[in-house]
């Protein structure tokens, strides 16, 4: 119960704690100091490094033959029968020794010092010069076994071969009756399983019925898989949907803009980079070469440039966005070429587009102008430009009857307005429509 009082204590080590780790065992840190430093229990340390060393064996170099552990004491002779009486020399000198003494010991080379804390030679003064099997604790090592099993523990079936034989004795004739897998899971508590997890063991195969015996799954189109979304969880840490609302609600006076990229018809390489901002709805767009992190770094880098590293500041102090992975490199957002920070990036749930509606919902206006199937490749940054100066002239309900651009000139800074290029449209002079960029 204790562990649990410790922060952060039940969340998995990351590479960075792993780091740590092994930066400290070389400084000959204690396995309780350790673990008040990465606030984790001194049971997880231990496990850690029981679980992750990794072996090194002793430098055979130079060593004897002979690999009793009594080579130093041992004074025997004629060990051998058939070599006596003639052999004169000490059995230890003899190469047949350890294959026909009845007393061979092997020679130990475990280190009585590995079977205490911190079980590692990492810290060990004599590593260097010592003779015996090593262990030793590598992060990136660790990390990578930890990975693995991460992904090994969630895949096959967590059932035995009786017991899925026995679901299947049950649910199998079940479905062939025309009954669904709730109405199964709702008449057989006994089962002690999901609808969710039936659905999965008949998806996979390993029952009689398969998909075909479900007339209303079949008839279901297979959900997309979002291939480009980010990879690596560990950048999430401190910049998830949750992290923002806490601070959003501790700086309730904080501009916050809504970021988000719009891509063209399938083959197209050129995309668009859209900022919202929530206070008055302005839509800012910058056409990109490609759907990259260094794409996105380079836009974010040459507006920095523009407004001055203050006024970036105070114009997008906090940016929300998806998990798409052109945003894969918060760090480097957040960073200005002076190195340092600019803005804070945080990261929506995924597949909870809502939780960005304005950017979303203003998407819907880009759209009218290059509906979807449209190529980007042949648009200049002008008529980008164009586009949203159109865009945000045109009147809004949701505004009271008034303009992003009139909003916007009162409650965006002077400078970072002008340095935008943001141009107003008379009202009977906008255009919405795929016409505007051909005129």
């Known amino acids: 119960m204790m562990s649990k009082l410790i922060p952060g204590n039940q969340k998995h080590l990351t590479l960075n704690d792993r780091s740590e780790i092994e930066r400290q065992l070389v400084l000959g840190t204690s396995i309780p100091v350790i673990a008040s430093l990465l606030c984790k229990d001194p049971t997880t340390i231990t496990k850690e490094l029981k679980r992750h060393r990794v072996s090194q064996p002793h430098n055979p170099f130079n060593e004897p033959d002979n690999t009793c552990a009594l080579f130093g004491e041992c004074k025997r002779r004629h060990v051998c029968p058939g070599h006596a009486p003639q052999c004169r020399k000490l059995c230890r000198n003899c190469r047949f020794c350890n294959s026909t003494c009845k007393d061979f010991k092997p020679r130990d080379y475990s280190c009585p010092r590995l079977r205490r804390p911190p079980f590692v030679c990492n810290g060990c003064e004599n590593k260097r010069s010592c003779r015996l099997d090593k262990f030793f604790y590598r992060s990136n090592i660790a990390h990578s076994r930890y990975k693995t099993v991460l992904v090994e523990a969630r895949e096959g079936l967590n059932i035995t071969a009786e017991n899925l034989a026995a679901l299947d004795a049950v649910v199998s004739p079940l479905i062939l009756k025309g009954q669904s897998p709730y109405l199964i899971c709702l008449n057989h508590p006994e089962l002690n399983i999901s609808e969710k997890t039936l659905y999965n063991y008949i998806t996979s195969g390993v029952l009689s019925v398969g998909n075909l015996e479900l007339p209303k799954k079949v008839k279901y ?5 979002h291939k480009s979304q980010i990879k690596d969880r560990q950048i999430f840490q401190n910049r998830t949907y949750n992290d923002f609302l806490e ?6 006076q904080t501009p916050v803009v809504e970021m988000d990229t719009v891509l063209g018809c399938r083959g197209s390489h050129k ?5 919202f901002f929530r206070s008055c709805s302005i839509m800012l767009a910058y056409l990109l070469n490609d759907k990259t992190p260094g794409s996105v770094e380079s836009a974010f880098d040459k507006l920095e440039k523009k407004l001055s590293a203050p006024v970036f500041r105070s114009v997008f102090p906090v940016i929300l966005t998806d998990r798409g992975g052109e945003f894969a490199t918060p760090n480097a957002l957040e960073m200005s070429i002076e190195l340092s920070q600019r803005t804070r990036i945080y990261y929506c749930d995924t597949g909870a587009s809502w939780q960005k509606p304005g950017c979303e919902k203003n998407h819907e206006y880009i759209r009218k102008i290059l509906p979807k199937g449209s190529s980007f490749d042949d648009l200049s940054q002008a008529d980008i430009n164009k586009m949203v100066w159109h865009i945000n002239s045109a009147a809004r309900e949701s505004l009271n009857g008034q303009t992003p651009f009139t909003l916007g000139k ?10 935008f290029g943001l141009r107003k449209i008379k009202p009977d002079n906008v255009f919405l429509t795929p016409e505007l960029l051909a005129m």
Do not use: G, M, W, Y
């Open 410 to 419: 009162l409650l965006i800074q002077k400078e970072a307005f002008e340095a």
């Open 271 to 275: 995309v668009l980079l859209t900022f």
């Open 247 to 252: 601070f959003t609600q501790a700086n309730p």
């Open 221 to 225: 189109k297979l959900r997309h898989s």
